[in-house]
């Protein structure tokens, strides 16, 4: 958020930056939960049609975009260009 308003300052959009005193933290707290292929399956067909739906669609979206962010990573790397940091 910090550097959106950071964008909006320096394109004479915005006039200050609210995010600046808020503390940000790029470590996590905690190991997240990640659940496996199985237990997915059991969660949707737990879940009725209209959430099964809603999960199993932003399941996708999710591994699709992790699979966009290396595929690019890659490509930099391969390209010799610099090798971006990714934190998860």
């Known amino acids: 958020m ?3 308003f950071n ?3 320096r394109h004479g959009i915005g006039s200050v ?3 600046r005193l808020v503390r940000q933290s790029a470590k996590r707290k905690k190991i997240p ?6 237990e997915i399956q059991k969660l ?3 879940l009725p049609l209209k959430e099964g739906a809603l999960v199993f669609l932003l ?3 999710v591994v ?3 699979r966009r962010e290396s595929w690019v990573i890659e490509q930099r790397c391969l390209s010799g260009s610099q090798a971006v ?3 998860r």
């Open 2 to 4: 910090s550097v959106l």
């Open 7 to 9: 964008h909006t300052i």
């Open 17 to 19: 930056n609210p995010i």
């Open 33 to 38: 939960l990640v659940l496996t292929p199985d």
């Open 44 to 46: 949707i067909a737990a």
């Open 59 to 61: 399941t996708i979206d």
């Open 64 to 66: 699709s975009r992790r």
């Open 85 to 87: 940091p990714v934190s």
